[in-house]
Structures are given as C-alpha cells and as structure tokens.
C-alpha cells in the first residue's frame, strides 16, 4: 500500500527514467534477445527500425560481448570491459561496456541491463601519450645512434672520398666500387639526421627549391635497383611548377622512402609512377600546393592497417621496425604540409603529399 501523499512508480515513469539515462542503455534476456532500448542506444546504430526481439551481438558484433553475459549470469554480477566497435565507414569507437544482472520477480530467470559509455575521446588521449612516450624513447635512442655512429660515418666518407681521388684514373672500376661503398655511407648519415631532426636534435634548413629537383636525384638512384627487380619507374611531372620552401635533405629522404617502400610492395616486378602537379588556393592572395604522387602496382595495403601505416613503431612488415612512414609524416608536417595514403589491397597503394608553395610568391 502506498504512503499518503505519494505515488509509487509505473511502467510509463521507469520507461521516462530509462530514457533520460545519458548513457546507451539496452535490457536483453537470458537468450540475448533485446527486450527493450532507450534512445542513446538508437542513435548509435547505423541500422533503422526497431530492435527488440533481435540479438544484442547481431546489433553490436563485439565478439567478447557474448562472453561477458553468460560470465555476469554465473557470477550474478556486473562485469564491464572496453571495447571497440566500428560503428560508421569512417573509423572505430571505443566503448566502455558494462552488464548487469537483475532478477524477474517470481521467476527464476534473469534480465541483462547493458550499459554502453563511449570513451573514444579518453582513448585518444591515452594513445596520444602513449605514442608522446614512444617518440621521446624514440628521441633518446636517435641521440645515442647519431653520437655513436654519426663520427665514425664522417670519417668513413672522407677517407673513401680521399682514397677515390687518389687512385688512378685508369683503375676505373676500382673507382667506381669506392664511389658506391661512398654514396651508402652517406645515405646512412643523412639517415642518422634525419633521425635527430625527427627527435628535435637537427637543424631544419629551409631555401627555396623546385620539387623536381628534388625528386629526380632521388629518381636516378633508384632506377638501377629498381630495373634490377623488373620495376619500372615513371615519371609525370608538372611543368613550370612554382618553388617551395623546403629542407632539400629532408625532402629527398622522404621520397627515398616512399620510392623503397613502392619497390618492396613489389617483389615480382610492376611499376612506380611519380607524378607532380600545381594545386592553386581556393583564394587569389592563396598560392596552393605542390602535390607529388608515389603510386605502386604492388599488393596493397589492407583496410585494417591503412589508418595506422603512419603511426611510429607500426609496421606491416615482418622484419619492419615502424619509423620510415612516421618519419616521413614527420618531416612534411615539418614543411606545413600533409600526407596520406591510399590503397586497395591487391591493386597497389598511392602515397600523397601536398607541400605549401613559397608564400613570398
């Protein structure tokens, strides 16, 4: 019986209560058929209409949520683990799940409140430090690679240089053995810069320069690797394109890179087409963007891994170790610039970088 002077609660006041709730709430039974969903939990899936009656691991496919039911139901407690769920084409959501067990009156089963939070902006944060923590270790360890190694390369490349100018010239084979042994060691120690400079120890070198030249050195150093693995490279480059402001050495390492990736996703043969085109601004006093293209016919790069390829330490490669791609982000973002990737698995990958045009122009 109720007191005077109050109104115990009905089915209608608990249904306002439960959909007032700021968090996805849905109640599933013990065959993980959905009974009943508020509206947050509406608004977070991509399928229309109703719900009830279906199972809860069609409408949100985690694989663990199934698990964490029947583990609740035999504990008779609430269990909650974080999850993530792709929930739109753009990219994954990270949910904190929690079920909770609740008898039916008179009855010996049990009802399932399922409670889901979406903490994807925590998440963030967490891997944003994460990944803060990695690239200091990162730092600390280009610190003591270009300490240790950068010296004796320097004194390596000198005396090959001097060694290559004092031999005759009619040893030219010699020569030529010396001049290659010359040119690895000195892409080792732009390496070990390029190292320092990602880790904030580097000088950034700025001047005015056409992108091509920059990309054709690097264009005729590959070609005798490539042409040795059945690659061919192609070459579309704009005319008259404007001059950017750029690290010429940076620049070069970056399109060395993308070039060796493109070789490497390419074991049987194919080919490489580096393209350039001006992009001017959406407004008269905006000068726009260089944009230069590396496209491979190579295997591709599955879906799952496209979102992550530029994230340091992360490699599809079995003996990668993760940096080329994050150092190359790296350093164009260093130029004000931008790059991505697309890429169809099986059909080849495309590398796409945008460099501003000199702003004095």
Known sequence: MSMPGKRSLGSQDYRRLFGAYPTALAVVNQELLIQYVNANFTKLLPRE??????????VLPFEEIENLIRCAAREKKFKEAELQLRLTPRGRTCFKITIIPFGVPNKQDFLFLVCLEDVSERAHLEEQLLQAEKLSAMGQMAASITHELGNPLSMMITSLEYLRHSLRSSNRELQEQIETMEENAVRMHELLTCLADMSGLGIFHLEKEHIDRVILPVISFVSKMAEKLGITVKI??????????????????????????????????????????????????????????????????????????????????????????????????????????????????????????DDAL
Do not use: W
């Open 49 to 58: 209409g109703h719900v009830a009656g279906l199972s809860i691991v069609k």
């Open 236 to 357: 579309d480059l704009g005319s008259e394109l404007p001059p950017c402001r750029v690290d010429v050495r940076q620049l070069k390492q970056v399109f060395l890179n993308l070039l060796k990736n493109a070789m490497e996703a390419m074991p049987h043969g194919g080919s490489i087409t580096v393209r350039s085109r001006h992009c001017p601004g959406t407004l008269s006093e905006e000068p726009g963007l260089v944009i230069v293209e590396v496209e491979n016919t190579g295997k591709g790069v599955p879906s799952s891994d496209l979102e992550n390829i530029f994230r340091p330490f992360y490699s599809t490669k079995k003996k990668g170790m993760g940096l080329g791609l994050s150092l190359c982000r790296g350093m164009i973002e260093k130029h004000g610039g931008k790059i991505q990737a697309i890429s169809q698995e099986g059909e080849g990958s495309c590398f796409i970088v945008e460099i501003p045009v």
